[in-house]
């Protein structure tokens, strides 16, 4: 069965320094692929990076990079150069190919960020 | 853009009582999904459709029913509230996998706070 795992019920962070939330996950499937999102206190969902399981290199999205490590399940985010405006809920999430848990994605419990000025 | 939009943004019933909670998108989605968020659980999958006219369940199906009669809208039923379906509910959707894709992120709503008393 599909899971997520983020241990990092909170994070406190200096403006400026990066920060890496941490995220693993579990399946048979060999096709899969995994996301974050943010979510702030306004309480939107925001789609911040993807990683599929075939992909050679760690995706990266402006200052958001996701460290993907295969062998271990792991998909961690990482956030450079860290604003205020980061502070927020961040979910890791999963979505299997068509053969295994097809069309569905689930998603961490998640970790709250907090940037300090 | 309207994108996906739920209604009601907030409800509060009484224990027993039913309602039905409606979510429509306008991006011609195939797929369509009812999540509940509860703190440190982070999104659970209620119920999801891959299709119209056709539903399956999540990893927490019970106490609610779905329908998807027509695309764009995907409805989600509680037959008699219980205080512990006190939640956010969010509503998502995504286009059709192409082949064994995994990169289709989620659309979500602005979601509904449910109080059950």
């Known amino acids: 069965a599909q899971k997520i795992t983020q241990t990092q019920p909170g994070m406190f962070v200096q403006e400026k320094e990066a920060v890496t939330l941490d995220c693993t996950y579990d399946?048979?499937?060999?096709?899969?692929?995994l996301f974050w999102y943010k979510q702030p206190s306004s309480g939107e969902m925001i789609f911040l990076i993807y990683?599929?399981?075939?992909?050679?290199q760690n995706a990266t999205e402006g200052r958001y990079s996701l460290n993907f490590q295969k062998a271990r399940k792991s998909a961690n985010l990482v956030i450079s150069a860290s604003q205020l405006g980061d502070s927020a809920m961040y979910f890791c999430?999963?979505?299997?190919?068509?053969?295994?848990?097809?069309?569905?994605?689930?998603f961490g419990a998640g970790t709250r960020l907090f940037v300090k000025a | 853009n309207a994108g996906v939009t739920q209604t009601p943004k907030f409800r509060v019933l009484k224990t027993g009582q039913s309602m039905t909670l409606l979510c429509a998108q306008d991006?011609?989605?195939?797929?369509m999904y009812w999540y509940r968020q509860d703190p440190g659980m982070g999104l659970r999958l209620i119920h999801y459709?891959?299709?119209?006219?056709?539903?399956a369940k999540g990893e927490v199906p019970d106490g609610y029913n779905v329908s998807r009669l027509k695309k764009q809208n995907f409805l989600l039923g509680l037959e008699s509230a219980a205080p512990s379906q006190t939640s956010v509910y969010f509503c998502?959707?995504?286009?059709?996998?192409?082949?064994?894709?995994?990169?289709?992120?989620?659309?979500f709503g602005s979601g509904t706070q449910l109080s059950v008393l």
């Open positions: 990683q599929g399981s075939y992909d050679q």
């Open positions: 399946t048979s499937d060999p096709s899969y692929g």
């Open positions: 999430a999963m979505r299997e190919g068509r053969g295994t848990g097809g069309f569905k994605t689930i």
């Open positions: 459709s891959v299709g119209e006219g056709t539903t």
């Open positions: 991006m011609n989605h195939e797929y």
């Open positions: 998502a959707s995504t286009q059709r996998s192409r082949g064994d894709a995994t990169n289709e992120k989620l659309f």
